[in-house]
Nanobody, 122 residues
């Protein structure tokens, strides 16, 4: 089992920044950030492999969001800059123990955090 605890959500005006954190109880091979807005499906935002640090981003956040991790602390981060109202959603971190894909398919992840709300006002 892996426990994931997110923090860092909040409310910000458009153009602002937030940094999300996700503390994991142990190392996992693949970690990702997803978000879900009201009435919409959960969508992948960014993902990273713990071993080599390979990253992937959804086109909607490329150049604005950066995923990173501190393996010594088993902590995942999502730096979000130039936030837009359409980024408003509950953000979840997710973890997968082994190889698998595609990285933005929610069902390949076995472990999920409780979610943290991000609200961007115009």
């Amino acid at each position: 089992q892996v426990q994931l605890v997110e923090s860092g959500g909040g409310s910000v005006q458009a153009g602002g920044s937030l940094r999300l954190s996700c503390a994991a109880s142990r190392y996992t091979y693949l970690m990702g950030w997803f978000r879900q807005a009201p009435g919409k499906e959960r969508e992948g935002v960014a993902a990273i492999t713990s071993s080599g640090g390979r990253t992937s981003y959804d086109d909607s956040v490329k150049g604005r969001f950066t995923i990173s991790q501190d393996n010594a602390k088993n902590t995942l981060y999502l730096q979000m800059n130039s936030l837009k109202p359409e980024d408003t959603a509950i953000y979840y971190c997710a973890a997968r123990s082994g190889f698998g894909g595609p990285w933005f398919l929610p069902r390949i992840y076995s472990y999920w955090g409780q979610g943290t709300q991000v609200t961007v006002s115009s």
